[in-house]
């Protein structure tokens, strides 16, 4: 039996068997836990924290959290842990990555990531402060913070999570008396908006919140021979590593126990002694606490492999025969039922100043792209050098090697997920002028990058990899189209010595300032006047649903140069916009989202404005590509054939509302697509409940 590291005797009820509902009813576990809570409420005197609010039984409540198809189904209940087993216990015997168990969500990305992150106690610290407790000072609140651009964010919550027959629904430890897992999942949801939103994801960008590193994305098959080396490397400098199978059906297994498109945790590699000489092995973890490899050196009591090691040995290693998720495999296997590889570079802000790892220096940047003044565009564009410069200075060579220093730089686009907006974004790398900090556009014609990113990518955030000989360079972060509006963060990892500041440009080259006029601002409200609107349509509630925008839009449209299109919007139109902005399968926006899609609303009636070039406000079939384009969508000439038949009038133009519609459209497609992709490879494979989930609501 674990020992718990925070629960006080005298608190405690007669023990009850783990599994409690083989011995208990759910009258009998009610009572007792009503009475251990009485008992905690009247200990602790829970003090009046203002703003803070507490329910009826005196426990703190967050506001209503978003619920999504799962939570609403029947027979689902939000229960505090004290109502599903005695004595609940945050921490049993210590936050380990065996305490992180899969339930009915497909956020094994999330979870691959969580057990990663409880290998390094320090990090997990970070971000599940200690001291937390349903013992002394219990009060139904629970507090974690995340990394979000440059800050740790804090996210509060009360500890009702979600169960069906009295069990947990989604993420849980083998643990039945243990929540740290459980209520972190639930944290990291609220910041994301709601369990919905955790439904597919990529390792790397929960890594990436959970520690304030970078990730990288690797396929397996290129790395280094001496691929136990290059693990070494990476673990010695504090990465997390996470790999997946992409190949085959979701969450299926091939011959040998591996799941394709299911996210799996590289804990430790090691050069194991048997009796036949050394070999090198992996350790990997699966987030559901079971099904495990199956082929030499698994953990299964018939692997002859193990018997020719010692016992001392298998001791050091920690081996551990039973069905919990966690297995060694040799580096060969690892290669050959692996496909890519997820990794997460720790910098020395984030890590245990106590620990052996060596881990990079960081130096972070915030920035901004601004529509004609610093959004040149990509860098075949004749205004590329209106990017932002950033001067990168190499002086001190990696340890072991007297010619290169080694980087890794990081752009990432702030508010993508929750603001829905992708720009497409890469990073290219120059040889500096001897003579300034700054490249000018003839300097920039004059010479190619040195390093540059494969392509511009809508992901969240891209990285370069790169080692170069000692001197002076410049880094250009960029957009793929000019004039788009972003925020981005860039960090450049390096070691220790080296330096990146931010390049300045001569006054001459400083684009004017003023405040450029949009074609929306003759189109649309402002944005007093569309706030204003929002609380004259909504609800009582302040939601807006389907047919309050289309309320809303028909009047702001009457008001502007666009006026008479409001004859071509449709309640159709206004389900679909209301789905894009939907996080929580609700069918209605808060103003806090619907001003996610009026920032929408506006640059694509910018676009609209700009390509209507007869002024008829309609687009001509011809000027929809080019449009789409400025918008930031690429399309060939069979989508532009389904756009003709689908998405314009009998004459073959297009309507301002049907524009909306079609941009809405093809931005939430382009989105789901990439939430499936889960490493970003290029192509997915969905089950058919998943096919119908993202056709029929989009």
């Known amino acids: 039996m674990k020992k718990s590291l925070s629960v006080s005797s005298e608190s405690s009820l007669p023990p009850l068997d783990d599994d409690v509902d083989s011995v208990c009813s759910d009258e009998l576990l009610g009572s007792q836990a009503r009475s251990w809570l009485s008992d905690l409420l009247t200990r602790n005197a829970l003090p009046d924290n203002g703003d803070v609010k507490f329910g009826r039984d005196g426990l703190f409540e967050d506001d209503p959290f978003p619920q999504g198809e799962l939570e609403m189904q029947p027979g689902v209940k939000w229960k505090r842990p004290w109502e599903l087993c005695s004595s609940p216990q945050f921490i049993v015997n210590g936050a380990t990555r065996l305490d992180v168990r899969q ?49 740790w964010e804090e996210v509060t919550i009360d500890d009702l999570l979600p169960t069906l027959d009295n069990k947990l629904l989604y993420l849980n430890s083998p643990e039945k008396h243990e929540f740290w897992s459980s209520l972190l999942e639930k944290a990291y949801a609220k910041m994301k908006g709601g369990y919905r939103a955790l439904d597919m994801g990529f390792p790397h960008e929960a890594m990436v919140d959970m520690t304030g590193g970078v990730a990288e994305v690797f396929k397996i098959a290129s790395l280094p021979r001496d691929l136990p080396n290059f693990l070494k490397h990476l673990l010695a400098k504090g990465a997390l590593i996470n790999c997946a199978n992409c190949e085959g059906p979701l969450e299926q297994r091939n011959g040998l126990g591996i799941m394709f498109r299911h996210a799996y945790s590289l804990t430790a590699v090691e050069k194991v002694k048997t009796a036949h000489g050394t070999v090198d092995l992996v350790r990997i973890l699966n987030p559901w606490g079971r099904t495990e490899w199956e082929g030499p050196w698994s953990d299964k009591t018939h692997s002859p492999e ?3 090691v010692s016992v001392e040995e298998q001791k050091r290693l920690e081996i551990v025969r039973r069905e919990d998720g966690e297995f060694w495999m040799l580096v060969s296997d690892f290669r050959q039922n692996f496909e890519t590889m997820e990794v997460c570079h ?64 990081a752009l990432m686009q702030k508010n993508h997920r929750r603001r829905r907006v992708n720009l497409n974004i890469a990073l290219h790398i120059y040889q500096a002028n001897p003579k300034n900090t700054y490249l000018s556009p003839e300097d920039l014609s004059a010479r190619p990058p040195i390093l540059y990113s494969p392509s511009y990518s809508s992901h969240r955030e891209v990285v370069l990899r790169g080692s170069l000989s000692p001197g002076h360079y410049i880094i250009i972060p960029s957009t793929h189209e000019p004039n788009q509006q972003g925020a981005f963060l860039l960090r450049v990892l390096i070691e220790k010595g080296n330096d990146a500041t931010p390049s300045h440009r001569p006054p001459q080259e400083v684009p004017s300032v003023t405040e450029p006029i949009s074609p929306h601002q003759a189109a649309l409200p402002s944005h007093e006047s569309t706030k204003r609107l929002f609380k004259k349509h909504c609800n009582k509630k302040g939601l807006c649903k389907p047919l309050h925008l289309y309320n809303l839009l028909t009047e702001a449209i009457q008001g502007g140069v666009l006026a008479g299109s409001e004859k071509y919007l449709s309640l159709e139109h206004c389900k679909s916009l209301v789905v894009l902005m939907d996080f929580h399968g609700t069918a209605r926006m808060d103003w806090q989202e619907f001003k996610c899609l009026w920032e929408k609303i506006r640059k694509w009636t910018d676009i609209f404005l700009l390509f209507d070039k007869n002024k008829t406000n309609r687009l001509e079939y011809r000027e929809v590509r080019p449009a789409l384009k400025e918008a930031g969508i690429m399309v060939d000439d069979l989508i532009m054939q389904l756009v003709g038949l689908r998405y314009t009038e009998p004459d073959m133009t297009i309507s301002y509302p049907g524009f909306l519609y079609l941009l809405m459209k093809l931005e939430t497609m382009i989105h789901k697509f990439q939430v499936y992709d889960m490493v970003g490879m290029g192509s ?14 989009n």
């Open 103 to 151: 339930g009915k969500l497909n956020d094994c990305w999330l979870l691959s990531a969580i057990a990663s992150l409880s290998v390094h106690p320090s990090l997990l610290k970070k971000v599940m402060p200690l001291g937390q407790s349903f013992q002394d000072g219990y009060n139904g609140r629970f507090t974690f913070k995340f990394w979000q651009y440059g800050l």
């Open 346 to 409: 720790l910098t020395d802000s984030i890590s245990d100043p106590e620990s052996r790892m060596l881990p990079w220096c960081c130096i972070v940047h915030h920035g901004n792209w601004v529509p004609n003044i610093s959004a040149g565009g990509s860098a075949q564009r004749r205004t590329f050098w209106q990017n932002p410069q950033f001067y990168f200075n190499l002086s001190e060579v990696d340890s072991g090697s007297k010619k290169t220093c080694s980087f890794i730089l």
């Open 684 to 697: 997915i494979t969905i089950s058919y409940k998943q096919w119908l989930h993202m056709t029929m609501y």
């Open 306 to 308: 193990w018997n020719t």
